[in-house]
């Protein structure tokens, strides 16, 4: 869905045309990805809970170099799309292809991004092909890839694969299977700088002290399961608050249209929370928020998308942050979101904890169950 001004402001696109989208994405049966070609105030609008792209939303005519914006669209697509292919029987035979094209896209953007501005020198990029999807591309290549994307998705009957059995899963790679396993083995901090004093270790299996109980935190099954009561259900870990430091547990959805996460650095100040949250939701996506200095309401940091992600129910995967000083690095299954650190001071100190939001309305249940959580002093 295009969002511009002129969307906003016609009343057939904006009353009829989008409400009948937000009403099928919510049913199930469609996929609505809002992306926002001009600057305008969206965020009350009936699709602002959405994953808007591109990255953090940022205006597409915004951007110093329109063709790394729409790059970074269907850049976010592609686990999009992965998804989709979860449902079926078809996803291990391209995985390794789509994992491989966005390799190279990502290499695409980052020589976008530090090329200087189109008008006064026009960039030159070095041709990508694919070998699947097509057989040569040329440079720019966002359009492109995102109709042949979709005709891929379409084609096959995938679409009617996803309505009619939505209980149908491929396993996960094994590879990831086996990098949580050594993940959770280990001690000694797996993450940079590989140093630390483990200062929590408990695998949540049975009661834990110092972990809520509720109806929405519950031991049970061997694992921590929480479950979202509108917006959202934290769950706090109560001790004594951690500085710097790497948080890791992992985490299986319990349902689809789920989000589930951590808050860290977590204080309270006259009634207001300030904390950081990382969530990972089943559609692919992840998000990185902090809430502002005068009110408890968050506002992202970072936000995109990864193939990293395992989406199906009950496939488990491992999410840690590396916090030290003002620097926030994210990590889902061993593999580093971005190559740069997140650079915030909002919060230097705090509790954690562990969260579920749902990604759709406020009356649809979600739920994560959490296991093996660890943390290392740094």
């Not at 790394?68 to 996803?91: F, K």
């Not at 030159?124 to 591309?137: M, Y």
């Not at 009661?207 to 917006?231: I, L, M």
């Not at 990972?280 to 902090?290: A, N, P, R």
Request: net charge neutral.
């Amino acid at each position: 869905m295009l969002v511009s001004p002129y969307f906003i402001a016609s009343d057939y696109c904006y009353s009829v045309e989008m409400k009948r989208a937000i009403e099928r994405h919510e049913q199930g049966v469609a996929r609505v990805i809002p992306v926002i070609l001009r600057p305008l105030y969206w965020h009350s609008s009936p699709f602002s809970k959405l994953h808007a792209l591109p990255r953090s939303a940022k205006p597409i005519t915004t951007w110093r170099n329109r063709d790394a914006a729409w790059l970074d669209v269907a850049i976010s697509i592609l686990p999009i799309i992965e998804n989709i292919l979860a449902q079926t029987n078809v996803l291990q035979e391209y995985r390794p292809q789509i994992q491989e094209l966005k390799a190279k896209l990502d290499l695409e953007l980052v020589q976008l991004e530090t090329t200087p501005d189109q008008e006064s020198n026009p960039p030159v990029h070095t041709p990508i092909e694919p070998r699947i999807i097509l057989r040569s591309v040329r440079n720019p290549i966002p359009i492109i890839v995102l109709i042949v994307l979709a005709i891929f998705v379409l084609a096959g009957g995938v679409y009617f694969t996803l309505v009619n059995h939505p209980h149908i899963n491929s396993p996960g790679p094994t590879a990831t299977v086996q990098a949580i396993a050594t993940l959770n083995a280990s001690l000694s901090n797996p993450y940079p700088p590989y140093k630390g004093a483990l200062a929590l270790n408990n695998s949540l299996a049975e009661s834990a002290s110092g972990w809520d109980t509720s109806s929405s935190c519950q031991f049970k099954n061997k694992a921590y399961y929480v479950k979202a009561v509108e917006p959202s259900t934290e769950c706090l870990y109560n001790a004594d608050p951690y500085s710097n430091f790497v948080y890791q547990i992992q985490m299986k959805f319990v349902t689809g249209n789920t989000c589930g996460g951590i808050i860290f650095r977590e204080y309270s100040t006259y009634g207001l929370k300030t904390y950081y949250e990382f969530d990972v939701c089943t559609d692919g996506s992840y998000i990185l928020s902090t809430t502002s200095n005068s009110v408890s309401q968050l506002e992202p940091l970072l936000r995109g998308s990864s193939l990293s992600i395992l989406t199906g129910i009950g496939q488990a995967n491992l999410i840690a942050v590396v916090v030290n000083g003002t620097h926030l690095d994210l990590y889902i299954n061993g593999s580093r979101l971005t190559q740069r650190s997140v650079s915030d001071n909002t919060s230097s100190s705090g509790s954690i904890s562990v969260v579920v939001r749902s990604l759709m309305n406020s009356n649809t249940t979600a739920e994560v169950a959490f296991n093996d959580v660890k943390v290392w002093t740094l």
